[in-house]
């Protein structure tokens, strides 16, 4: 059974910096597409970075370009979010999710984590 644990949300001040954590176990993930996505209060879920599990195909969303990096270690079985100069309208929770497609919609990534909260401050 597939499993993703996302870990490393919390309370920062703008600026700021974090790096979420996706851990990843029950399946085989070398084919598989990886994705970040976020939910604001209020607001649709939306994608925010997403990459083949190799590490190619990396790609952003416009909001987030220049300031964050998705990447992973394979020998951890993890999938990482580095964010950078955090914005308040960063503020969501942020889900990691899997799927076979290197694509930006929701309904493209069948396996999905509990999510984790990230509060930026102004």
């Known amino acids: 059974q597939v499993q993703l644990v996302e870990s490393g949300g919390g309370l920062v001040q703008a600026g700021d910096s974090l790096r979420l954590s996706c851990a990843t176990s029950?399946?085989?993930?070398?084919?598989?597409?990886m994705g970040w996505f976020r939910q604001a209060p209020g607001k649709e879920r939306e994608f925010v970075a997403r990459m083949r599990w190799s590490g190619l195909n990396r790609y952003y969303a416009d909001s987030v370009k220049g300031r964050f990096t998705i990447s992973r270690d394979a020998a951890k079985n993890t999938v990482y979010l580095q964010m950078n100069n955090l914005k308040p309208e960063d503020t969501a929770v942020y889900y990691c999710?899997?799927?076979?497609?290197?694509?930006?919609?929701?309904?493209?990534?069948?396996?999905w984590g509990q999510g984790t909260q990230v509060t930026v401050s102004s």
């Open positions: 029950g399946g085989t993930f070398s084919n598989s597409v």
């Open positions: 999710a899997a799927g076979i497609r290197l694509s930006p919609s929701l309904s493209d990534y069948p396996y």
